[in-house]
């Protein structure tokens, strides 16, 4: 009886050993974090998009004076986005410089025409595909335009930028030289210019010529011509693969349609502008 015994726990014994091995052998449960559509999944319970715009930024973003209701070509294709995913959109005042802190404080799900931003690629993924495509330029004073960086990259030359966008960026490295001047949003940078304490802004070349119109200085394109890739990005979270590519696919129509460039077109055109008359021949954004 005790032999009979010690044969029959020994063979529990292996019995349960058995079990646990093929347990640990066997794949994990993926856990929420793993599921590819948790993000977009979350957006859509919510039913909100949570979308940046910005003052001083037109005609990217437009704000009614009178009724406080915000427009601009970034607004409507962000809407856009928004009705993609059967949700609405909401709308958070902010700044280019605020951009990564509002990712990470939850307060946005999104930002558009941003730039592969080394900084901000710690906490925010950008999408690959570009949006739409620009180039860098800067806006002088009447009568001081440039045609190479090089004419800025002297301690004498005051360069003025945004803080923390990838126009500081380009500043700081094709103009070590150069006194590099950070202000908090577009319309300081502007008041630079207006008051003699600039010698140059660094612009994209869309909202320079926007801002040319107006009056205020002269748009040039230096070269060596740096073009400027305006794409979306999300923050870096478990389960935004299916997010990604949710907007990765938004942004292929966008562009093999030619509707993203079609609305940037019409955007400049209501404004009075010919961007023909300031980019390269053959250039396409």
Known sequence: MKLSGLKLNFRNFLATLFVGLAIASTPSVASADDNPSAVLNQIREIGVLKVPVMTGEEPGYIKDRETGEWGGFYVEFLKEIAATLGVEAELVETTWGNLAADFQSG?????????PNPQRGMVVDYLWEPL?????AVLTPEGKEVTNWEE???PEKQVVVQKGSTMQVVAENLLPNATVVPVED???AIMELQTGRADAVVFSVFDAAQ????????VSIPEPMLRNPAT???????GNAGYINVLT???????????AQSKLRDAWTARGIDLSKLLPEGFSF
Do not use: E
């Open 249 to 259: 696919n938004w942004i292929q129509q966008q562009r093999s349609l030619g509707l």
């Open 132 to 136: 739409f495509i620009d180039a860098w």
């Open 107 to 115: 307060k946005l799900d999104i930002a558009i025409g941003v730039n």
């Open 186 to 188: 577009r319309n300081l």
């Open 211 to 218: 801002i040319a119109q107006q009056g205020i200085g002269k």
């Open 232 to 238: 979306l990005a999300v923050a870096r979270q478990p």
């Open 152 to 154: 800025l990259n002297n």
